[in-house]
């Protein structure tokens, strides 16, 4: 299983980005699918998390700015970015917990990561 993001990228304040995560291989069921972030000497946070099919949680920090969705179609999960702040700036993650096989164990996967700066 592999899970690929992008999308990052230079963006004034107030400015907004799209994320996208495209995860492939052999997948029997995913349990949930989210967004995390880590910035610059700190703990990679929590930021967007959807508990299929339909459950979503964001951080306090961005609910109302940004927005989790999927398109199961294209196996790609993304986070739409708006009224970013400097504070926003870090590298983000996509995670998924899944299971590869019918009776296997869940288990976590993560993305490489994207970078977000905002900065005038």
């Known amino acids: 299983v592999q899970l690929q993001a992008s999308g990052g990228g230079l963006v004034q304040p107030g400015g907004s980005l799209k994320l996208s995560c495209v995860h492939s291989?052999?997948?029997?069921?995913?349990?949930?699918l989210g967004w995390y972030r880590q910035a610059p000497g700190k703990q990679r946070e929590l930021v967007a998390r959807?508990?299929?099919?339909?459950?979503?949680t964001y951080s306090d920090s961005v609910k109302g700015r940004f927005t989790i969705s999927r398109d199961k179609s294209k196996n790609t999960l993304y986070l739409q970015l708006d009224m970013l702040n400097p504070e926003d700036t870090a590298v983000y993650y996509c995670?998924?917990?899944?299971?590869?096989?019918?009776?296997?164990?869940?288990?976590?996967?993560w993305g490489q990561g994207t970078q977000v700066t905002v900065s005038s």
């Open positions: 959807v508990d299929i099919p339909d459950n979503i």
């Open positions: 995670s998924a917990d899944l299971q590869r096989r019918r009776f296997a164990f869940p288990e976590n996967f």
């Open positions: 291989g052999t997948i029997y069921s995913i349990r949930s």
